[in-house]
């Protein structure tokens, strides 16, 4: 890089993993890195689909976010990364920590200057790096929360959070307030969004577990999801709407404005999907439905509900399952 070291400023973390649970559970190593830095801020690489811009929007160790963008996209294939090189030379980097084992990041931060390049160092990635202190091979064959915090003990940063932590905007406490002022309390949030269908848990359940939790006194009922969520939404309100059950749409509203719904919430019951991530990391009590999936279990906030006999499915949890759950969580 031309210019002296002068002219580098800033640290970037890439994380291009794309989902929101997949950036909420780096957030322990991303504000560790911050914390060990002078200006104690990062800029963050992502992948759109992570929304890590709303995500972290009030994060105050976090000063800006960049796109990656493949599968498709214009950092695709080998213009695709002397773009990504070419963008990256732009911020002027002084290091740059790539929490992924691929070798094209490192690859293309080599490729734009960036002095020092620290990384998982997995295969080739090692060869990109100027810090060898990597993750061992079984480390690299951990969870993605488990190799993060493998990761950041291995680099010696301090622990920040023993679990994520997700920082909220006051401007979306406010508007959540007043868009749902009378609706009394208490508040349980469905989380209907998943990113597979055979991790949805469908209308009929959510509604039937709507008429049973208006019953037991939970008298705001959330229906939460994305924009693609609002016919399922819709259909859920539909039936419990037939069953004398009011039910507030929470579809596709800013993810800054979910989450700070979510933290108002007094439960959370929901597929297991990013916004399950969510709720945990402010620090609202969810139940998560894993009849596809294998439960997490990096969050004291994160109850799972599973089906009796493995290899079920969603159809193997049933709402008794979930009421059950729900009275061992509330004592």
């Known amino acids: 890089m031309s210019g002296g070291d002068q002219e580098q400023r800033g640290v970037l973390v890439i994380q291009p993993l794309p989902g929101i649970g997949d950036m909420i559970w780096h957030l322990p190593l991303i504000h ?11 800029t963050v690489l992502s992948k759109p689909r992570s929304q890590a811009d709303r995500l972290l929007i009030a994060d ?7 796109w990656v963008e493949r599968k498709p996209g214009r950092h695709d294939g080998f213009l ?7 963008m990256l030379r732009k911020g002027r980097f002084r290091q740059v920590w790539i929490l992924h084992d691929s070798a094209r990041y490192a690859l ?3 490729l734009a200057g960036i002095p020092e390049r620290t990384g998982y160092g997995s295969g080739l990635q090692r ?7 990597c993750l061992t091979r079984e480390q690299g064959r951990l969870h993605p929360v488990d190799k993060a915090d493998a990761f950041r003990v291995a680099q010696g940063l301090r622990q920040m959070e023993p679990e994520p932590r997700l920082v909220l ?3 979306a406490r406010q508007r959540v307030r007043q868009r749902w002022s009378l609706v009394p309390k208490p508040w349980v949030a469905l989380g209907i969004a998943t990113s597979e269908s055979i991790k949805q848990w469908g209308a009929e359940n959510f509604a039937h577990l709507a008429g049973v939790l208006a019953a037991r006194g939970f008298r705001g009922l959330f229906v939460t999801g994305g924009p693609d969520d609002r016919r399922l939404a819709e259909e859920i309100i539909g039936r419990a709407d037939a069953l004398g059950i009011h039910m507030e749409a929470a579809t ?3 993810l800054e404005e979910t989450a700070a719904l979510l933290e108002a919430c007094d ?8 916004i399950l991530n969510v709720a945990a990391a402010v620090s609202t009590p969810a139940l998560g439905l894993f009849g596809a999936s294998e439960p997490l279990t990096h969050s004291i906030f994160i109850d799972a509900v599973t089906p009796d006999h493995p290899g079920a499915g969603m159809a193997g949890i049933t709402v008794e399952h979930v009421l059950c759950a729900l009275e061992r969580m509330t004592g």
């Not at 060990?36 to 990062?42: A, D, Y």
């Not at 105050?60 to 960049?66: G, M, N, Q």
């Not at 695709?80 to 070419?86: A, I, V, W």
Request: without cysteine; glycine residues 12%; charged residues 20%.
């Open 32 to 42: 560790a890195i911050a914390d060990s830095l002078p200006e104690r801020k990062v």
């Open 60 to 66: 105050p160790a976090v000063e800006r976010v960049l």
């Open 80 to 86: 695709g990364l002397l773009r990504l090189g070419g």
């Open 108 to 110: 293309a931060a080599w």
């Open 127 to 133: 060869r990109f790096l100027s810090r060898t202190v």
């Open 169 to 171: 905007a006051e401007s």
């Open 252 to 254: 596709g509203q800013p």
């Open 267 to 274: 439960y959370y019951i929901g597929n297991d999907t990013g």
